[in-house]
Each structure stands twice: as structure tokens, then as C-alpha cells.
């Protein structure tokens, strides 16, 4: 149990263009879902809370009107990037927590990724 | 201000002997910590876990201790194999929607 799905794994799109990237709870749900960013060989940095029904809470120096965070049900949270231009080419994750006291309600699971390349 | 830290960004071991990963935090107030493992170009998966009130929690290959007077947890894989070969992050949580707080990740070879 405890599945976390995100597509698409992998995209590659032009400069200028959005990309959205979705992220879903298949077996459980997620009052809260967040959304990371790794460059390579650094560590997971996270960019947003997403909270189903309300706005995202957007870490210091992320750009909101850059990176869209929909959260539209307690399974599916979507991040769009707007313009994307080469610098936004990064491996981003989603992460999904169960509501608190359901089963493994302490631990946060994880997406696949999506590895984003923007030429 | 890194809350979590892990001071060794890669570590390598023979196959067959112990692996011990090392994390640092400052906020006394996580109230458990996890173990996660990760392969390149794919999400984080979850190893191991444990609660703030425990000192050692122990799933097959995997332990991992806890000295909160240090605030310090460690990770133990034995014995160490091939497949074992990943960078793993040390994190720490809250209770509540809070997100997961990150070390930087040690990458761990495991030598045949």
C-alpha cells in the first residue's frame, strides 16, 4: 500500500513551452502533498506545500507564478511550469503524506520523478 | 540553517562488511526519523524509520540507532551488498502536514 504515482517520468520540451506534471496517491489520501526539486548531486529541495483546496505554500525563492501548484482532491496535486527555459532542467518529485492517523501516517512516499529537460 | 546534516557524501564498502551512515540534526523537536534510499533518476523509497522515544529499531540487513543527547542517528547495513549501491538520506519529521527535512544524501558503493 502507500503508492505514490507521478507521470510523466520523463519530458522534454522547448523553451517557452509548460509542462505540467501530475501526482497522484493511488491507495491513500493526502491532505498535504509536496513537490521537490533535485539538481544532480544535491540533496532533495523543496520548493512547495501543496494543500488539497487551498494555496500552495511556496518555499523562499521559488518563483509561484513560475511553478503552478493545483491540489484538487486528496489523491492528485499537479506542477505546472510555466516558460520553462533550460535553467528549470531538473529531476523533480512529488511526495505524499497519508492524513494523520491512518496507516504509515508518520512516513512520506514518494514519486518516481520526473526528469524534466527544457531545450 | 541545515537541520539535518550528513557530513559524508560518499562512503565506500566491501561486499559482505558493515555499512554505517551517519546523520546530524539540530531541532530537538523531530519526532522521528527516517531512512531513505534512492537510485538515480527515480524517487526516494523508504528503508527504516524511528520514533524519537526509541534508541534502536532493527528490519533484517537494516538498524538503525538513535542518541538523541548527541542528536545523532546512524544507519547500519549488514551484511553490505552490490544491490545496496544507492545514495541514502537521512530525514526528519514532525508530526502533522509538516514536510520531511532532508540531509544531503551519502552515496554508498558496494564492492564486489
Known amino acids: 500500500g502507500a503508492v505514490v504515482s507521478q507521470h510523466p517520468s520523463w519530458v522534454i520540451c522547448k523553451s517557452g513551452t509548460s509542462v505540467k506534471i501530475e501526482c497522484r496517491s493511488l491507495d491513500f489520501q493526502a491532505t498535504t502533498m509536496f513537490w521537490y526539486r533535485q539538481f544532480p548531486k544535491q540533496s532533495l529541495m523543496l520548493m512547495a506545500t501543496?494543500?488539497?483546496?487551498?494555496?500552495?505554500?511556496?518555499e523562499q525563492g521559488v518563483e509561484k507564478d513560475k511553478f503552478l501548484i493545483n491540489h484538487a482532491s486528496l489523491t492528485l496535486s499537479t506542477l505546472t511550469v510555466t516558460s520553462a527555459h533550460p535553467e528549470d532542467s531538473s529531476f523533480y518529485i512529488c511526495s505524499a503524506r497519508p492524513v494523520r492517523g491512518s496507516y504509515r501516517w508518520t512516513e512520506a512516499f514518494f514519486g518516481q520523478g520526473t526528469r524534466l529537460t527544457v531545450v | 540553517d541545515q537541520q539535518v546534516k550528513q557530513n559524508s557524501p560518499s562512503l565506500s564498502v566491501q561486499e559482505g562488511r558493515i555499512s554505517i551512515l551517519n546523520c546530524d540534526y539540530t531541532?530537538?523537536?523531530?519526532?522521528?526519523f527516517l531512512w531513505y534510499k534512492k537510485y538515480p533518476a527515480e524517487g526516494p523509497t523508504f528503508l527504516i524509520s524511528?520514533?524519537?522515544?526509541?534508541d534502536k529499531n532493527e528490519d533484517g540487513r537494516f538498524t538503525v540507532f538513535l542518541n538523541k543527547s548527541a542528536k545523532h542517528l546512524s544507519l547500519h547495513i549488514v551484511p553490505s551488498q552490490p544491490g545496496d549501491s544507492a545514495v541514502y538520506f537521512c530525514?526528519?519529521?514532525?508530526?502533522?502536514?509538516?514536510?520531511?527535512?532532508f540531509g544531503k544524501g551519502t552515496r554508498l558503493s558496494v564492492i564486489a
Open positions: 524511528i520514533s524519537s522515544i526509541k
Open positions: 501543496s494543500n488539497e483546496g487551498s494555496k500552495a505554500t511556496y
Open positions: 530525514a526528519a519529521g514532525r508530526s502533522g502536514n509538516t514536510p520531511l527535512v
Open positions: 531541532n530537538s523537536m523531530f519526532d522521528y
